[in-house]
């Protein structure tokens, strides 16, 4: 089996108890930004630390994307023929921030805003060296509520 | 009394338009508006040009004449041509000149628009992960907006139908037939709920608007539209707004609202009277959140209006008369000029089969973009 790469671990780390987004915490009025930044958009501080985020939340807003996205930037599939619509959504991490993802679930009728979402990986494309390319994404819940 | 007035506007057709550059596009638009004003380009003091994608846009001095003005870019996403228009605006209530011109324009690749942006390091992972991409943005919003106020995807049908029967009107559109509301919905679902009948289509287009001292209109033209008000506004903490990778836990209301209450504070007036307005349509829902937004109706009465026809040309409030977006493409640079363009023809009376009846007076324009900017004028006889 290859080895699962991350997309950035920058904003995206493997870790050995699963995926983790890696965002932003302002030390002085507490808000969270997904991807990390230096600045704070709510309070204008710049007093700020990296955490990593909650990997439970709730369906905020959500689309299904049905073309393929154009390749540069895209790295999943972009053939029309072999391209699969997948959803794209905003999850809210309670307490933290709602971070748009990819979402496993792309049929509309299964799809709800409110529902409980977990953090988990998709799979994009080989890297140069052969491993499995993957990115963050949230699938409905087996937990129950989050 | 505004204390400025826009006397020539000049437009080259929206569309595709093989061999001709996004900036001969401008250059014929700026030809046509000296044209429409009674003035040549020597006599222009100041342009601020804008274009996001075909070329620096000072560089059409070579070919309409090195005449040494003061030419200034600006690019500012979406609402480019509004800000070209807001700086020619203030350029002439500063006192520094008394005669100028707004001009946009653009020429974009077939497609949804190509989005890479620049991580803080590493690879591209937004775009390259399938997201960056706007139309995910409009479905997201409308999707939500739908569940919220009770809007059909009936509604959004019917401002499509409604945006091309205006489009089969316009000799500058780029979509001129007619469509129906089942063939809307029919067509292949791009982003939920949208069809691809309900996006606009990145495109080619230029226009250009010469602005003057109010006092010195008639100099230029006998029917002078002047300018209320020209504002700019980007987003505040907590706005939901297209290609963003995370939002706060915050919902607070987005620049459109924002730049709609500053246009009607800086013109005197309310949006009761308003005879008629352009909305930015990038796809319908946009045209039906808009209208809320703006302070045209309640959330959620859209859905009454439309099934009534009250945003018909004939209607009680005309929304998009030339069109929209989802006619005329969008083209970055020229959309906010072109929405303003058409708003000078309702006013003059010469918007020929598409007039909107009853002698309008006053006229709305708003454009809303990335990254969460929008740009409203306000124009009047």
Known sequence: MNAQVSINESVLELT????????????NCGNHVFPYQGGCPKCTGSDVEPVLLGTHGTLWAWTIQGFPPKAPPYLGETDPDKFKPYGVGYVELPGEVKVEARLTESDPTRLKIGMAMDLTLVPLCKDDDGNDMVTFAFSPSTKGDA | MSEVA?????????????????????????????????????????????????????????????????????????????????????????????????????????????????????????????????????GMKINRYMQENNISQRSLARVAAKAMRNGSMNPMAWRRKALT????????????????????????????????RADQAHKYTKNPIYLQSA??????????????????????????????????????IGPKDIDLAQLQDTESGAEVMHMAENGFCEHGEQESMLEKGETEIGGRFPVNTDGGCLANGEPVGASGLRQVYENVLQLRGDAGPRQVPNDPKVAYTHVYGAPGISGVTILSR
């Open chain 1, 16 to 27: 050995s108890d699963g995926p983790r987004l890696k965002g932003m915490r302002c030390k």
């Open chain 2, 6 to 138: 826009i006397v020539g506007i000049g437009m080259h057709e929206f569309g595709r338009h093989e061999g001709v550059s996004g900036m001969e596009q401008g250059a014929i638009a700026v030809r046509r508006a000296c044209a429409d004003a009674g003035v040549e380009w020597k006599d222009i003091q100041f342009a601020f040009g804008g274009s996001s994608a075909a070329g620096a846009p000072d560089t059409m001095v070579s070919q309409l004449g090195l005449t040494g003005l003061q030419f200034i870019n600006v690019q500012n996403g979406c609402a480019t041509g509004g800000s070209a228009l807001f700086s020619a605006y203030n350029t002439i209530m500063s006192g520094a000149y008394d005669l100028g011109i707004a001009i946009g324009f653009d020429k974009h690749e077939r497609g949804a628009f190509r989005v890479e942006t620049k991580a803080r390091e590493g690879r591209d992972w937004y775009g390259g992960s399938g997201m960056a991409l706007t139309t995910q943005f409009f």
């Open chain 2, 181 to 212: 509301e089942e063939e809307v919905l029919q067509s292949q679902m791009l982003s939920y709920p949208l069809t691809q009948y309900m996006f606009c289509s990145p495109g080619e287009g230029g226009v250009a608007l010469i602005l003057a």
């Open chain 2, 231 to 268: 504002v700019v506004r980007s987003r505040r903490f907590g706005s939901f707004e297209v290609l963003a990778p995370s939002l706060s836990l915050e919902y607070g209301e987005g620049p459109t609202v924002d730049a709609s209450k500053a246009a009607f504070e800086q013109a005197g």
